[in-house]
């Protein structure tokens, strides 16, 4: 049977301590690549295994697809032979920490899609071997880690806690980011038994400056689930705000910038054109789904959705009344969009509320372009498009300009300077100076 001569713990906190143990990452995607290079930069062997291909060849190459893990740590990690990328699973069977960076979105009906994170493990048990320690860092609702995977990993006949370990710690990176980065974001780490947790701890505690401990998997779970559905909350609440002030005729922004200069009780969350990325449009719906099974309605969540959502048909239709008030109809009208990205000064548009937005406005008959310094193509909806150069020229042909992302790098004295009317959603051109009376904010 199995190899149980050593203590399957004393062996790997030996091996986490002296760095010997070999860290194996599934998933190199915005979550895994990052902790990877934290992991190698420390002295780790890291083996990344991830089944797209193209992902695979690039990362041996050493280039980064990225941002956050610049292409020179990426290459002299590979050259150093500390980081390997792989698509082939039996290569599990050579680490001693398996992390699991897999997706975890949701299916058409807003319910928790785990196919990623049940193959992975899935994958993992046919070759789980006594003193590995295997870490879900995917954002899941409480009770992924002890009721759907260790089954999973139990069926061979190992025991988590005993001959193996299971523990969730959740990621938190916030991409681009330069202030907290993956090192200086603490992690919360939990396990349901006494020795999955002190491996899971003694793990992170090497590379990650503060390591926070929780008695559970199921508690760090929903402390990351909490995370988000306090930002959900909140920006829904000042995107409410908005609404309001639109119909009040009042500055929501004034009125936000007053209020944040209280020192105390009280923090800054801005209005915007609606939530996008992997986490806030997504993961209070796992939590949402879960309180069900208690007969639980977590009311502030389905709230804050629906506020959230709708936010792309209000810039809509606040495109259309500016249009409007100029006499003109959407239809046929130019409008530049800037920036497709979910947030500033990052190069991922997944479930970017820009989608939404451009939709709605080319279903109306507008005819769209698109300005994103960080995204060069973007095909969402059935909507295909290049980025365009942000010309003088460009910005007075356009019938309006839509600022959906604040991109720092955009230049926006150029765009109030040149543009007929702006609909800024993100007060991004708060710091051009002068009278601005062709921009309108949200
Ligand atoms: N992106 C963020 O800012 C962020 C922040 C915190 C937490 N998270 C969470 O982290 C998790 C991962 O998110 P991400 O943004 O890194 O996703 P991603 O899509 O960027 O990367 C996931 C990678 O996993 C690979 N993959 C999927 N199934 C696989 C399998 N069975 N075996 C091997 N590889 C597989 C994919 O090819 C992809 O490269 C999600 O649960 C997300 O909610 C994301």
């Avoid at 959502?309 to 530049?336: H, N, T, Y």
């Amino acid at each position: 049977m199995f190899e149980t001569s050593v203590n399957p713990l004393a062996n790997l906190m030996a091996r986490i301590q002296d760095r010997s143990a070999v860290v194996g990452i599934v998933g190199l995607g915005y979550v895994g690549l990052p902790f990877a290079a934290e992991k190698g930069k420390t002295g780790f062997r890291v083996l990344g295994f991830d089944r797209n291909a193209k992902r695979v060849a690039q990362a041996n190459a050493g280039a980064s697809y990225i941002k956050d893990v610049p292409t020179e740590t990426l290459y002299s990690l590979v050259r150093k032979g500390l980081f390997e990328a792989t698509s082939d699973l039996d290569r599990l069977s050579e680490v001693d920490v398996v992390v699991i960076c897999v997706p975890t979105p949701l299916n058409r009906n807003l319910m928790p899609d785990l196919s990623y994170v049940e193959g992975s493990t899935r994958a993992i048990a046919l070759r789980l071997k006594p003193g590995q320690l295997i870490s879900l860092e995917s954002t899941t609702y409480p009770g992924t880690t002890d009721e759907l995977m260790r089954p999973i990993l139990e069926a061979g006949g190992l025991k988590a806690g005993v001959d193996f370990f299971l523990a969730h710690s959740p990621e938190r990176v916030d991409p681009g980011n330069l202030r907290y980065t993956t090192k200086n974001t603490s992690k919360v780490v939990g396990a349901s038994d006494p020795s999955s947790l002190a491996a899971a701890v003694a793990f992170y505690n090497q590379t990650i400056q503060k390591v926070v401990q929780v008695s559970s998997a199921r508690a760090a779970e929903l402390t990351k689930v909490f995370e988000n559905t306090f930002r959900a909350v909140n920006i829904a609440l000042v995107n409410e705000l908005t609404l309001l002030c639109d119909r009040m005729g009042l500055s929501v922004w004034e009125v936000l910038d007053a209020a944040f200069t209280k020192p105390f009780g009280i923090m800054p969350f801005y209005p915007g054109p609606g939530v996008g990325g992997h986490c806030i449009p997504l993961d209070p719906h796992y939590l949402e789904w879960k309180a069900r099974e208690y007969n639980f309605n977590t009311r502030f969540i389905a709230l804050a959705g629906e506020i959230n959502r709708s936010m792309p048909e209000f810039v809509a239709q606040k495109a259309m009344r500016i249009l409007s008030d100029r006499g003109m109809g959407l239809r046929g009208a130019r409008v530049l969009i800037l920036g497709v990205a979910y947030k500033n000064d990052i190069d991922d548009s997944r479930e970017s509320p820009s989608a939404e937005v451009l939709h709605l406005l080319a279903c109306r008959g507008a005819e769209i372009a698109y300005h994103d310094p960080h995204i060069p193509s973007f095909s969402e909806r059935g909507h295909h498009l290049r980025s365009q150069d942000l010309t003088a020229e460009r910005l007075r042909q356009a019938d309006l300009v839509l600022i959906l992302t604040g991109h720092t790098q955009v230049d926006y004295p150029l765009v109030v300077a040149e543009a007929r009317v702006v609909l800024d959603t993100r007060n991004a051109t708060r710091h051009v100076p002068g009278a601005k009376p062709n921009v309108i904010l949200l």
